[in-house]
């Protein structure tokens, strides 16, 4: 299985919204609604955002929203914050019964 | 609150066998999916297999026969053995919970660093 494509880094100032995309094909982002979204802080463990293309988990703020359109899903961060520099990665259900994760994205907040 | 906490040594040598111990507290794993995941020294997210609520498994195919991951209920504990390992299995592994096995891990452990080397 190959990995999801995203891309290796997003950068945005605070207060500005960016998104960042993650491609797959039917085999997994097209064909179901389980994508999900992690943020990676350095050193630390992933945490999950956004799952089932558009959830998100309690406590996980109101700016981070997810969707899909076709074999590609997105996540958008809205009203950037010094915190949100992380890296992201999305990850994939899949049609023989796996998980597939994309490559990562670095977000820069300027 | 469940907790998840990754164990085995930190140092394995070339064609010998990395085995690692994830021990859940505070829930069962009797029920959902239980993952796990490597992260190579500044690369991304790897899945490399799940063990689920019933015993059943599922691995990443890309590792082939090289995995194993097994569960003992009574020590509500999972495990991962990945054999015959290269210096290209380095990296922090991470064992974490997911509700439906659809890829939304929602509790990692803190991940543990394995290195391959002689």
């Not at chain 1, 960042?20 to 630390?44: M, N």
């Not at chain 2, 003992?72 to 015959?84: I, Y």
Request: hydrophobic share 30%; glycine share 10%.
């Amino acid at each position: 299985q190959s990995a999801l494509t995203q891309p290796a880094s997003v950068s945005g100032s605070p207060g500005q919204s960016i998104t960042i995309s993650c491609t797959g094909t039917p085999s997994d982002i097209g064909g179901y609604d389980y994508v999900s979204w992690f943020q990676q802080h350095p050193g630390r463990a992933p945490k999950v955002i956004i799952y089932d293309v558009s959830h998100r988990p309690s406590g996980v703020s109101i700016r981070f929203s997810g969707s899909k359109s076709g074999n590609t899903a997105s996540l958008t961060i809205s009203g950037l914050q010094a915190e949100d520099e992380a890296d992201y990665y999305c990850n994939s259900y899949t049609s023989s019964s796996s998980v597939v994760f994309g490559g990562g994205t670095k977000l820069t907040v300027l | 609150q469940v907790q998840l906490q990754e164990s085995g040594p930190g140092l394995v040598k070339p064609s010998e066998t990395l085995s690692l111990t994830c021990t859940v507290s505070d829930g069962s794993i009797s029920s959902h999916y239980w993952a796990w995941i490597r992260q190579p020294p500044g690369k991304g997210l790897e899945w490399i297999g799940y063990i689920y609520y019933n015993g059943f498994t599922n691995h990443n195919p890309s590792l082939k026969s090289r995995v194993t991951i097994l569960r003992d209920t009574s020590k509500n504990q999972f495990s991962l053995h990945l054999n015959a390992v290269t210096a290209a299995d380095t990296a922090v592994y991470y064992c974490a919970r997911d509700p439906v096995g659809s890829g939304s891990m929602d509790v990692w452990g803190q991940g543990t660093t394995v290195t391959v080397s002689s």
